[in-house]
């Protein structure tokens, strides 16, 4: 089945990197270079075309976890309230990024960003990874830039279109999957079943 920051978002989903509860879904992961004037994927100066929150009802227009080759722990819910990280009250679920989450058939689904200026972190822009726009930031080949934000974070990270950036790779030193294992090959934290995944999450 296919949602941090490969499922992954799909993750960047809470997801989506989100697999462990010591390894928090990126606020994100992940997604694809090329944007050249503020808009993720978008080197013409037009904004992505129709990325809406999506519904219960019809779904979001891009990768949901269950979309890509990796087997990730994703948050379940029944309401998008239930995916509000914890002290969020009050502002999620909103209107806007990152507060809008979406709860579609029963997994929660991190908001995916539209342009550089919803990036909340210095530096960061809206890329596509994994075919999600996801808050990342761009670094060329250089681990001291991320080392700057976390310890964990190294230049590891591959957006659609070739870009670098940072990400707390699953194989970095100090990062943990708890009851799951490391996918080299994207950075994430995967599992085989459920079990591997802490309560009210699930494997998809």
Do not use: K
């Amino acid at each position: 089945m296919h949602a941090s920051p490969r499922r992954g978002a799909a993750v960047v989903l809470l997801l989506l990197a989100a697999c462990a509860e010591d390894r928090q879904p990126p606020s994100d992961d992940t997604t694809s270079g090329g944007s050249t004037t503020g808009e993720a994927g978008s080197t013409t100066g037009q904004p992505m075309p129709d990325l809406p929150a999506g519904d219960e009802s019809t779904g979001p227009s891009w990768p949901l976890p269950t979309d890509d080759d990796l087997l990730t722990c994703v948050r379940t819910c029944e309401l998008p309230s239930d995916c509000c990280p914890p002290g969020s009250e009050g502002q999620c679920p909103g209107g806007t990024y990152p507060h809008n989450y979406s709860c579609v058939d029963g997994l929660c689904i991190f908001p995916p960003c539209l342009a550089d200026t919803d990036c909340l972190g210095e530096g960061e822009q809206c890329l596509l990874v994994r075919g999600y726009p996801s808050c990342v930031l761009p670094c060329d080949g250089d681990d001291a830039p991320c080392m700057a934000i976390e310890s964990h974070l190294t230049c590891s990270g591959t957006t659609d279109e070739g870009q670098s950036y940072c990400l707390e790779h699953c194989g970095t030193a100090g990062v943990f999957c708890g009851n799951q294992t490391c996918d080299q090959r994207t950075g994430e934290c995967v599992c085989a079943d459920a079990g591997q995944c802490i309560a009210t999450w699930d494997c998809v």
